[in-house]
């Protein structure tokens, strides 16, 4: 979501919602290839939320920030005009990358022996044309722009309905929101499945979504919706659960190498929760999030390191980047599945995919600047001429 939304009243951004973004954008990149180098380095190596999580809060947040504001000031019925506009916009974007992932599978297979150990990962309908049907319908996406499909939901229902009912006052709005997903854990399939295909239990993913859009809201009222829980006990207990999923992570390495098979047994079971957002992937990401919005304040430094610009921009163009970074993955899967490159051809590949979503970003985001400066030169151009009796 872009915070600049031209609804939105001017505010300062806060970099840090696009730093944070644009760096998730990339690791769900390399963790959505298998024994990728880079992803011994990611996020999901700290506990059992990875960066999926990342991405639908900071979205609900950003979201939080443009519709509340376009709430205050059109209404209703301008809210659920900027609501369709982005819906569309969203839905354009995922058919976009669907389409043209599944027409790089078509052409791979057509064109490359792929090892049928590698089938797993890419493997769609043999049919490209019932696909592609498929993904317009919304009902098998492929496996990274499934992932839109949820967004779309969260955007179509989550974000008027909690903005709504936040008439009544913004925590009973996020209680609510906690009653639904504590009521998809007990009943997961509650909700009929619209896709198939990389599924994510709406029911279950609306209530962080929708911690993001409570956070989001304080950004116009100027309350801090946090400072009940930035005291000490909260961050102990934060500190507690990401220091012992940490060790947890980190103990599974070494007796993965042990073949302790009970351990192993459970991380499968407890990384299987992601659909449904479990609790232990709740709460270690509430904690990793406490803690960032404690310790790094909007003027880190670490803000303005080097790389940092890259990472920001790709955050304020999350839409974009995300699905050239599915196509990119998609690519990049089936040439190592052909190819089995070693680590330092990898690392390469993964260095290229990264400087070519960093340039794209770059030009967007110029672009972008461009059209605003022509917008605002015109507008100046208008207001001298009625100012002049010329209109």
């Not at 794209?360 to 507008?379: C, D, F, K, N, P």
Request: charged fraction near 15%.
């Amino acid at each position: 979501m872009d915070i600049n939304h031209p609804n939105a009243a001017p505010a300062v951004r806060d970099s840090r919602i696009d730093f944070f973004r644009g760096l998730a954008l990339y690791m769900i990149i390399v963790d959505h290839i298998p024994n990728d180098p880079l992803s011994r380095f990611t996020y999901s190596r700290l506990g059992l939320s990875d960066a999926a999580e990342i991405f639908v809060f900071l979205s609900g947040i950003s979201c939080g920030i443009v519709f509340f504001r376009v709430l205050q000031r059109q209404g209703v019925s301008g809210l659920f005009a900027a609501i369709g506009k982005r819906t569309l916009q969203i839905y354009a974007y995922y058919l976009l990358a669907s389409i043209v992932t599944i027409a790089i599978i078509a052409a791979g297979r057509d064109l490359l022996t792929i090892p049928v150990n590698q089938q797993a990962f890419i493997a769609l309908h043999e049919d490209p044309l019932a696909a592609i049907l498929s993904a317009i319908r919304l009902t098998s996406p492929p496996e990274l722009p499934g992932i839109l499909v949820l967004y779309l939901e969260l955007t179509v229902v989550a974000v008027p309905a909690f903005l709504l009912f936040s008439a009544n006052g913004y925590k009973s709005a996020l209680v609510a929101s906690g009653a639904i997903w504590a009521f998809s854990q007990v009943y997961p399939d509650a909700l009929p499945h619209l896709a198939d295909h990389s599924y994510f239990n709406p029911l279950a993913w609306q209530f962080l979504f929708c911690i993001g859009i409570f956070i989001g809201t304080s950004y116009t009222t100027g309350e801090d919706h946090l400072r009940h829980v930035k005291t000490r006990p909260w961050l102990m207990a934060a500190w507690a659960i990401v220091i012992l999923e940490l060790g947890y992570r980190l103990g599974l390495v070494v007796t993965n190498k042990l073949h302790v098979d009970w351990l192993t047994i459970a991380d499968t079971t407890l990384r299987h929760m992601k659909e449904d957002l479990s609790p232990f992937r709740l709460l270690h990401f509430l904690s990793v999030a406490l803690l960032v919005a404690t310790y790094v304040k909007k003027d880190n430094p670490m803000l303005n390191w080097p790389g940092a610009s890259v990472l920001i921009k790709s955050g304020r163009s999350s839409l974009q980047v995300f699905c050239l970074g599915a196509i990119l993955t998609v690519l990049l899967n089936l040439f190592v599945a052909v190819e089995q490159p070693i680590a330092i051809q990898r690392l390469a590949l993964d260095f290229a995919a990264i400087g070519l979503l960093g340039l794209t970003t770059t030009l967007l985001m110029r672009s972008r600047l461009e059209r605003r400066q022509v917008q605002v030169t015109a507008g100046q151009a208008v207001s001298e001429a009625q100012a002049k009796g010329l209109l």
